[in-house]
T-cell receptor
Framework: GAVVSQHPSWVICKSGTSVKIECRSLDFQATTMFWYRQFPKQSLMLMATSNEGSKATYEQGVEKDKFLINHASLTLSTLTVTSAHPEDSSFYIC???????????????FGNGTRLTVT | QKEVEQDPGPLSVPEGAIVSLNCTYSNSAFQYFMWYRQYSRKGPELLMYTYSSGNKEDGRFTAQVDKSSKYISLFIRDSQPSDSATYLCAMSLTGNQFYFGTGTSLTVIP
């Protein structure tokens, strides 16, 4: 099955520093990648959608200058949390979607998430 | 009105029971329907994926889509303690934008 690898799985950083999270599709080409944030016992909150080679589309209320997304290839997208603050502490999950050969869009496949703690 | 409604539970069943999880939706144009299982501190794992309507079976899991009622279900037969997790339904119109339920927390008691 389709595998999405996300690293790191957890990270602790000091307030004011930046953190980069990587998301890779290992066995398929991800035409579109999505970044989510999840608070405890809550559902997924979409932050942004990125297509390979294009600028990411951010959801309302998500600061694009704070959450930098790069989708430079069909297998790699990165999320950089810049100048992190304690309120940025959360569980960040990426997902990727390819296109099946029949032309029907494939479902989303998720990474295992990154737990960010900003001290 | 939310695009997707899902009872958050929690749902607690004895081992071996049949579990029924459900979602309703408002957009009759949705074509792609998914069920995900999420363990604590992990990303969601795709369980079932259905395009259009009908039933799909995979081992102990059966997904049903009733487009006339705008209702989807996931059935788990012979539930196991390892099935204890949060189950998320998701759907999409074109496969470009996805709408998730809030998730149902399931506990299977040995």
């Amino acid at each position: 099955g389709a595998v999405v690898s996300q690293h790191p799985s957890w990270v602790i950083c000091k307030s004011g520093t930046s953190v980069k999270i990587e998301c890779r599709s290992l066995d398929f080409q991800a035409t579109t990648m999505f970044w989510y944030r999840q608070f405890p016992k809550q559902s997924l909150m979409l932050m942004a959608t990125s297509n390979e080679g294009s600028k990411a589309t951010y959801e309302q209320g998500v600061e694009k200058d704070k959450f930098l997304i790069n989708h430079a290839s069909l297998t790699l997208s990165t999320l950089t949390v810049t100048s992190a603050h304690p309120e940025d502490s959360s569980f960040y999950i990426c997902s990727a979607r390819g296109t099946q050969r029949t032309g029907v869009n494939s479902p989303l496949h998720f990474g295992n998430g990154t737990r960010l703690t900003v001290t | 009105q939310k695009e997707v409604e899902q009872d958050p539970g929690p749902l607690s069943v004895p081992e071996g029971a049949i579990v029924s999880l459900n979602c309703t939706y408002s957009n009759s144009a949705f074509q792609y329907f998914m069920w995900y299982r999420q363990y604590s501190r992990k990303g969601p794992e795709l369980l079932m994926y259905t395009y259009s309507s009908g039933n799909k079976e995979d081992g102990r899991f059966t997904a049903q889509v009733d487009k006339s009622s705008k209702y989807i279900s996931l059935f788990i037969r012979d539930s196991q303690p390892s099935d204890s997790a949060t189950y998320l339904c998701a759907m999409s119109l074109t496969g470009n934008q996805f709408y998730f339920g809030t998730g149902t927390s399931l506990t299977v008691i040995p």
